[in-house]
Structures are given as structure tokens and as C-alpha cells.
């Protein structure tokens, strides 16, 4: 068996399947694979982080932000966990662990208790 490293990653591929670190992921394609970087990756059809399945990600609208935070057009994901009751569509990363969307701001995926939204920035954004 040859695997191909994808550079700079822990996914690898043998032409026939898709690894991370060298344990197989079931049911993704190697052939339309996409490392999105820091530990996600998707094909057509399904998206993964650390070589496991996200249940539900749409792989069409999946975005990867800074410090672990990913979206797509319906939900917020932290390293690779769904986020329950957050708005895809206003949350952004603010970089240093936070983000936001329009109802809290979030600390390397947790909700910061007694910050606005509206209010808070970082001195990155």
C-alpha cells in the first residue's frame, strides 16, 4: 500500500482511500478529497475533522475560520463539534479564541457569560 502525504497534513491517501494519521476513513472519497486545513476536510458528500465524520455538515457551504471555528450555511462547529442554537449566518471569528455571532460572543467554543456582541471587538478586527 502507497500513500500519498497531502502536504503540510496529517490526511493521506492511497488512491483508493483517505487517511488521517494513518487510521482509515470510512465512506470518503480520495478522489475529490479537499484538506481544508487545520484538521478539516471534506469530499462531496460528507465533512470530517480529525478523520471523523461531522454528521450533518454540507460540504457545498463549509467554511473553516481561525481557531477551530467552521461553519456552514445552517451551523457553527468547534473543532469539529456542532454548536447548538448559534446563527451561521451572523457568526464570525474575531481571532485569540474569540467569535461572535449576533446574540453572544464565544471563547474558544464557549459563550462568554456578560459580553455584547455588539459591543466587542479584538484588536485583530
Given at each position: 500500500?502507497f500513500?500519498h502525504?497531502?502536504?503540510?497534513?496529517?490526511?493521506?491517501n492511497?488512491d483508493?482511500?483517505?487517511?488521517?494519521?494513518?487510521?482509515?476513513i470510512?465512506?470518503?472519497?480520495?478522489?475529490?478529497f479537499?484538506?481544508?486545513g487545520?484538521?478539516y476536510g471534506?469530499?462531496p458528500f460528507q465533512?470530517?475533522?480529525?478523520?471523523?465524520?461531522?454528521?450533518?455538515?454540507?460540504?457545498?457551504?463549509?467554511?473553516v475560520?481561525d481557531?477551530g471555528?467552521?461553519?456552514?450555511l445552517f451551523?457553527?462547529y468547534y473543532?469539529?463539534?456542532k454548536m447548538?442554537?448559534?446563527m451561521a449566518?451572523?457568526?464570525?471569528?474575531?481571532?485569540n479564541g474569540y467569535?461572535?455571532?449576533?446574540?453572544?460572543?464565544?471563547?474558544?467554543g464557549r459563550?462568554?457569560?456578560?459580553l455584547?456582541?455588539?459591543?466587542f471587538?479584538?484588536?485583530l478586527?
Amino acid at each position: 500500500m502507497f500513500y500519498h502525504s497531502m502536504s503540510g497534513s496529517s490526511y493521506a491517501n492511497d488512491d483508493i482511500h483517505v487517511y488521517y494519521r494513518g487510521e482509515r476513513i470510512n465512506s470518503m472519497r480520495t478522489m475529490s478529497f479537499v484538506d481544508l486545513g487545520f484538521g478539516y476536510g471534506r469530499d462531496p458528500f460528507q465533512v470530517c475533522f480529525a478523520g471523523h465524520i461531522i454528521n450533518g455538515a454540507h460540504p457545498d457551504s463549509f467554511q473553516v475560520l481561525d481557531d477551530g471555528y467552521a461553519k456552514d450555511l445552517f451551523h457553527v462547529y468547534y473543532q469539529g463539534d456542532k454548536m447548538h442554537g448559534l446563527m451561521a449566518s451572523t457568526f464570525i471569528s474575531l481571532g485569540n479564541g474569540y467569535a461572535k455571532d449576533s446574540l453572544n460572543v464565544y471563547y474558544y467554543g464557549r459563550k462568554a457569560e456578560g459580553l455584547s456582541p455588539i459591543a466587542f471587538y479584538t484588536s485583530l478586527n
